[in-house]
């Protein structure tokens, strides 16, 4: 009965359903949502703080920033989902805060529209180098296949592109970065209704601030160049698998254009096979399916071969599983730190 009772008297105060309907509508900071409801930092802390110990709101730290969003799970995320759907839009309290929402949500826009000029001409470069990336997406799409009830982690996000593309097919979605910049884009991006179950997180690949055989699909686009140590950021990858859950690999072959390690931070020029099909098997996946999107020739010099690779987990790696084989991979994994 107290699991019941406790979100109902969390919930029972206008200013608490004021933020359980905005909260509904965008991922918000405790700064962002002062100037949505036009109150002080400190109060509305302490509303917060009783709607996430309710099991309302899960609370998520980026730093030095805090994002709130209404809980999915439990007896609080049911209450908070019944509530929205049942606090009016046009009722003149919730209509004012969600112009002044409006608000936040265009600088917001203002803020990712400036970073991507900002960086506009070193994508171009690199795109240049490659075939369209709507080609790109079309066989990650043949190679996934229906997606439809998985739920989806898409590691190094970004922008949130591959969010926007399998999210429609997918049950849940998260995508994880490091950069808040980047994220600042992603929320923004993925600022839709129609994509309401996705999240994105700020995070370390080889660390992630996830559970064990919590998703069905977890993807790497365009991410292991940039790591220090792409076979460790595999095998995290790897643990988020449930059984028979796919990997899915998207980076270059081997190339030479050194420019690229100097100008753009790449760490690696390439993958090989040889090397990927290694990394997973180390990992407990089994290699699936491989593709290669070859450019056409550039009239200066060489172009950039995109690979996919797609990799099945064939162990259990949940939190309550004690298999030979996780406990193998527990061992890879503290070996490669060493």
């Known amino acids: 009965m107290e699991q019941l009772l ?3 008297r969390a919930a029972g105060d206008p200013t608490r359903l004021r933020l359980l309907a905005v909260l509904a509508r965008a991922e918000l900071t405790v700064t962002e949502l002062t100037q949505v409801l036009g109150q002080s930092q400190p109060r509305l802390s302490r509303h ?4 996430v110990s309710a099991g309302l709101l899960n609370r998520f730290q980026e730093g030095s920033w805090v ?3 209404p809980a999915e799970k439990g007896a609080g995320g049911a209450l908070s989902r019944f509530l929205n759907e049942r606090i009016r839009a046009d009722d003149p309290t919730i209509a004012r805060d969600l112009e002044r929402l409006a608000v936040v949500r ?3 826009a203002e803020t990712a529209a400036a970073y991507f000029r900002g960086r506009a001409a070193d994508w171009n470069e690199i795109r240049a180098l490659h075939i369209p990336e709507k080609d790109v997406d079309a066989a990650i799409l043949d190679l996934l296949g229906d997606a439809a009830g998985s739920d989806l982690v898409d590691l190094g996000t970004g922008t949130g592109r591959v969010l926007e593309l399998l999210a429609p097919r997918a049950k849940s979605g998260i995508g994880v970065d490091l950069s808040r910049e980047m994220l600042a884009i992603a929320r923004h991006s993925l600022d839709r209704p129609e994509l309401r179950h996705v999240q994105i997180r700020q995070g370390d690949l080889y660390a992630l601030p996830l559970e064990s055989a919590s998703a069905d699909i977890v993807t790497l ?3 292991l160049h940039y790591l220090d140590d792409p076979a460790a950021a595999l095998l995290e990858a790897a643990r988020l698998l449930r059984p028979n859950g796919r990997l899915l690999i998207v980076d270059f072959a081997p190339h030479n254009l050194e420019f690229l390690r100097d100008e753009h931070a790449h760490r690696r020029l ?4 040889d090397e990927i099909a290694g990394w997973c098997r180390d990992a407990g996946l089994k290699m699936e399916a491989t593709r290669s999107l070859q450019p056409k020739p550039g009239k200066h010099g060489e172009r950039l071969t995109v690979m996919l690779w797609v990799a099945r987990q064939t162990v259990d790696l949940s939190p309550k599983s004690s298999t030979a084989a996780g406990k193998s991979q527990s061992r890879t994994r503290k070996e490669r730190t060493r």
């Open 221 to 223: 686009h365009l991410v």
């Open 48 to 51: 917060l703080k009783l709607l």
């Open 270 to 273: 390439g993958f090989t096979q």
């Open 6 to 8: 406790a979100p109902l």
């Open 106 to 108: 265009q600088q917001r």
């Open 67 to 69: 994002f709130f969003r």
